[in-house]
């Protein structure tokens, strides 16, 4: 008996030992699987998200005027998997730590997470496009200190490949005295004498 009150003293002075969920505030680990968000400013709609989503949750959709396009995350139908944070590029797609999942049937179909991400026009050709994200141009650029990254991210792929072509081509050799390069050409298919 005196085992018994000895333990019962302890536990009213410590208190108790479970989280007073759903009276109170309870303990969520860091690396919990909650829920799939995306971040709009960083998502570029390559769709690597959608194509690695095992269980089909990501919709990437353009709109009908071309001026942007539309990501859904179906969280009903998220298995939380955790591949499109995995594969994202630039870091768009990530997991929340939010466990707050239940739903009632009739909700089921409102537990999405939708963003319309409108494009810009590219500084140089006026293309409609997806900037990219400044961390990314940021990182992407930093070892060369010619090429101003907040100006580059917002060109077209099209118009940053001749920027880099321009910029390769004054790398070249270009002095007379260097003898040209001859290409020399060789068969290896039989000849008929």
Known sequence: MAGFLKVLFRNLLEGPSTDPFPLGETFTPDRLRG????????????????HSCAAGAIHIGQQPDGSGFTI??????????A?????????????????????TQAEKYNRLEQHTIKYEPCVVC?????????????????????????????????CRQIEDAKRNA????????????ELVVTSAAPTKD
């Not at 591949?83 to 739903?103: E, F, K, L, Q, V």
């Not at 070249?172 to 003898?179: R, V």
Request: proline fraction near 9%.
């Open 72 to 81: 859904t995350i179906w969280q009903n139908s998220c298995c939380l998997c």
């Open 83 to 103: 591949s499109c944070r995995h594969y994202c590029p630039t870091g768009a797609m990530s997991i929340s730590t939010d466990w707050h999942s239940a739903h």
């Open 35 to 50: 829920r799939a968000v995306v971040d709009p400013d960083l998502c570029m709609g390559c769709g690597i998200c959608r």
């Open 170 to 181: 004054c790398m070249l050799p270009t002095t007379a005295d260097e003898a040209p390069v």
């Open 126 to 158: 006026g293309a409609l496009m997806r900037p990219i994200p400044k961390a990314l141009a940021d990182k992407l650029y930093a070892w060369n200190t010619e090429i101003d990254p907040e100006f580059t991210r917002k060109m077209c792929p099209k």
